[in-house]
């Protein structure tokens, strides 16, 4: 009983005829649900005031976004237009337009003879009138110029490129290809036209040749095998090697790779080669010198020749490259440091000729120095040059004046010879300055391609005549009815039957671009694989994070067009940094 009086006392207070028998306490109750009301209901105005003011902010936050992007896009358009203003005072230059116009024809010239005898087909063989698949049948001719038609504007050409791409286009094919030379061409010839033209077609089918090539990197120190089944995936080294690697085809594919995972945002790419450095680097000697043969197994270098020549070049070009294409920051600071090191070597190896003082670069075995110097050592004096402004003052002035002093070197390896064209080496003998060794000219670039670097660089117009009379001696002994071709002899001029794909993607690329003004692929903006690919610099970051690079972050690519068309066709091209 006492707990049920206790439990109906407690009850009472909720009862209405508690509170009118007590007026007191109904007043308090009246107070009080007043007050609790007022609390709420302020509280809930201070919650809708707060969003209200949170929606502003977002509003504006959203519009001063949009003026910042709008005057990012006025700010570049205005600097399209300062470039297209100093372009047109640079075309009116009437040699250099002239010249410039002659190079097309001749570009024209050796692509309307590929159309036509040997399309679809890696190279043309001018003479017999006819295609050879040296790549596999993957079209390297056609894929090899793609940025070359784009660059000087031959669109119906490029169209033409374009349309056989998307239609034909194949890499299933059971080919034993090998990395580097699929790298450079095709995967960085479909990045610089999708960086170009803005036309994902060409990303696309870079991830498929590129997902091909990937199990070459499976190997126990992470240094790739040189080729690899595009069908099967079953990668090898040739036999000739004793099973190594050879260094610039397993070090030179950074700069395509990592192109294609910041414009994928996939990372695996940019994994897969950066480790190769990463494992260079552990035993990187204080020389910066590798031989020529790499253990894919211990990630280690053999006791092989020591060049800037075949086999050995491009690792040391990509060294410096990779760290321009970072846009010089920390993320990329250990490939400068590599670069530098590399160059304390080159200079061990440098030598002058009596009596002529001629400069070189021999070549290495073991603790002797050969005085043999390839032509494809002659992409040196560019690569010098473009990496001499990352030295202090009197360390730049000191290296700028190697570049130009083996550029000279370069130069008259082309003007010792009847024809005027170099040969694929040259040894260099007490008293007698230098000699052809190996006579043939397969139409190579390097020189012109370091004439092209120490133009924009130095702004001597020598460069641009030494390049002119190299073109020249192109036209006089290579040039035939049906394309171009290399000579078996630079001595007797005798013409061999083959016109290698990089004639279009490199020598001609770099011979139009000494003739256009410093605004047409800036060397500020982009930078050019092995094969003369332009790819555009994109900042990096540490911790090697891949940011995908959007299609709303790109900006106009200005193109030359000619003497009378001096207004700039617009393109798309990638822009924005991680």
Not at 245 to 270: H, M, N, V
Request: some cysteine; aromatic content about 12%.
């Amino acid at each position: 009983m006492a707990r049920t009086r206790s439990s109906t006392s407690k009850w009472r207070y909720c009862h209405p005829s508690y509170y009118l028998k007590r007026p007191k306490r109904l007043a308090f109750l009246l107070v009080a649900f007043v007050c609790a009301s007022l609390l709420v209901w302020d509280r809930q105005t201070l919650l809708r005031e707060h969003e209200d003011e949170l929606t502003k902010l977002k509003s504006e936050v959203v519009r001063l976004k949009s003026l910042v992007e709008e005057d990012n896009f006025k700010v570049e358009n205005a600097v399209a237009r300062v470039r297209e203003e100093a372009k047109e005072e640079e075309v009116d230059d009437p040699i250099d337009a002239e010249r410039r116009e002659k190079v097309k024809e001749a570009a024209i010239h050796a692509w309307n003879s590929y159309e036509k005898y040997a399309w679809g087909q890696d190279e043309l063989q001018p003479q017999s009138k006819s295609g050879i698949n040296s790549f596999g049948g993957l079209g390297a001719t056609i894929v090899d110029s793609l940025d070359t038609l784009y660059i000087m504007g031959l669109d119906e050409q490029f169209q033409r490129a374009k349309e056989w791409v998307a239609n034909s286009l194949d890499f299933n094919k059971n080919y034993d290809a090998s990395v580097f030379e699929t790298t450079i061409r095709v995967v960085g010839g479909l990045l610089s036209a999708y960086d170009l033209s803005g036309d994902k077609l060409f990303l696309d089918k870079a991830v498929d040749i590129a997902d091909r090539l990937l199990p070459a990197w499976d190997t126990p120190s992470g240094i790739p095998y040189n080729f690899i089944n595009l069908v099967d995936g079953r990668p090898h080294n040739p036999s000739w090697t004793g099973g190594f690697s050879i260094l610039a085809d397993a070090a030179t594919e950074q700069l395509e790779f990592i192109s294609l995972s910041q414009r994928t945002g996939d990372p695996k790419y940019q994994q897969k080669v950066e480790n190769v450095i990463t494992q260079l680097n552990k035993n990187f000697p204080d020389d910066g010198l590798l031989p020529i043969y790499i253990d894919p197994n211990e990630g280690k270098g053999s006791h092989a020749t020591i060049t800037f020549g075949a086999m050995g070049d491009s690792f040391y070009e990509y060294l410096l490259k990779v760290w321009i294409h970072g846009n010089k920051t920390s993320a990329v600071k250990h490939y400068r440091e590599m670069w530098e090191k590399s160059m304390t070597g080159l200079s061990s190896l440098v030598r002058r000729t009596t009596p002529s003082a001629f400069t070189y670069i021999c070549e290495k075995s073991g603790a002797s120095l050969s005085d043999k110097m390839d032509e494809l050592a002659c992409f040196a004096p560019g690569m010098i040059a473009l990496g001499s402004s990352g030295y202090d003052s009197e360390e730049s002035k000191k290296f700028l004046t190697l570049a130009e002093e083996l550029a000279w070197t370069c130069y008259n390896f082309y003007q010792t010879t009847p024809t005027k064209l170099a040969g694929e080496n040259y040894f260099f003998y007490s008293g007698e300055d230098m000699s052809v060794g190996t006579s043939w000219n397969i139409l190579r670039p390097e020189t012109v391609e370091s004439l092209f670097y120490l133009w924009r660089l130095t702004g001597n117009k020598t460069y641009k005549e030494w390049g002119w009379n190299i073109f020249q001696a192109f036209e006089k002994n290579s040039r035939v009815e049906s394309g171009y071709v290399g000579l078996k002899d630079v001595n007797t001029g005798v013409k061999d039957n083959m016109m290698q794909s990089f004639f279009l993607a490199e020598t001609l690329k770099y011979i139009y671009l000494l003739f256009t003004p410093p605004s047409v692929i800036p060397l500020d903006e982009w930078v050019f694989n092995t094969e003369a690919h332009p790819l555009r610099i994109v900042t990096r970051k540490e911790g090697g994070h891949v940011e995908r690079l959007l299609d709303e972050k790109r900006k106009p690519f200005i193109r030359l067009r000619s003497r009378k068309e001096v207004d700039m066709v617009e393109g798309t091209c990638i822009c924005s940094v991680q």
